[in-house]
């Protein structure tokens, strides 16, 4: 490209123009912007205006769930103070009876409220874990690490029960709830959002219940929880999107209009 001289005046260079490729342009830094850089610059495009019912519509699938959990550790505990009927008789209940047996109870509890945690953290709360064998989509690293600490949970516990009919109850039983639970729950909240919602709601009443005939302080932890889910943190999100501040433009990379798996 030429620049042209006159006696000793500096040289003239070409405008600069913006461009994506084609090396750098003489005498401007390979950063050099202009003024007329920020005029495609767009401020909060994408940014979703949320209403404060709606979300807490949404978080009733996380206090459902919670009360789905809460439920099997009530039959946990309800089955160690041998309040249940037993049950069938499975092949491996000896082995899963006797598999912690050198280990004190604490460190089991302690153990598996650990791995009930995990599983509620890594948890897939938009669907179902279950997926169809034609699915286009497969379950999750994450959901699938959820459902296997659930199971290792319901073997720890399995472990301290007094009779074989006990420990393939207790297998038995937490399996096909965080095997099938989250299916249920999904097909409901799509055939019908009001049918979601009074089952959800019903759920938490009977699993308070059981927590406030268990113990009390248990029902306070389990009542506060419920409520910082369903109100306290919907509240906090349309706080805080008031502060969010999103800045698109020319520089911001590329992106895809279509599948390419399609």
Known sequence: MDISRSGNSSPTYPKWRKVAY???????????????FLEDMVMNANVVKRDMLKVMQDSV????YLCIVALVGLVWAYTLRSTLDENSLASRSPIYQTLTRS???DTIWAVS?????????????????VRAAAALKNPTLTSCISLNASVVASVFIASRLPSRLHVFAIMLFPLQVFLFAPLVTYCIKK??????????????AVTLGFVYQL???LFVLLLTLLVFV????????????EYKFEIN?????????FDITD
């Open 22 to 36: 084609g090396g750098m342009q003489p005498g401007y830094d390979d950063n050099h912007t202009d003024e007329s």
């Open 61 to 64: 699938s996380i206090s459902q």
């Open 103 to 105: 280990i004190s109870s």
């Open 113 to 129: 409220v650990s791995l009930l945690l995990l599983h509620l953290f890594l948890h897939d709360y938009s669907g179902s874990t």
């Open 191 to 204: 055939y019908t959002f009001r049918l979601h919602l009074f089952f959800s709601l019903t759920l938490m």
């Open 215 to 217: 113990h009390q302080l």
């Open 230 to 241: 369903t109100v306290v943190c919907p509240y906090w999100l349309i706080r805080i999107q």
């Open 249 to 257: 433009g020319p520089w911001d990379e590329a992106k895809l209009c």
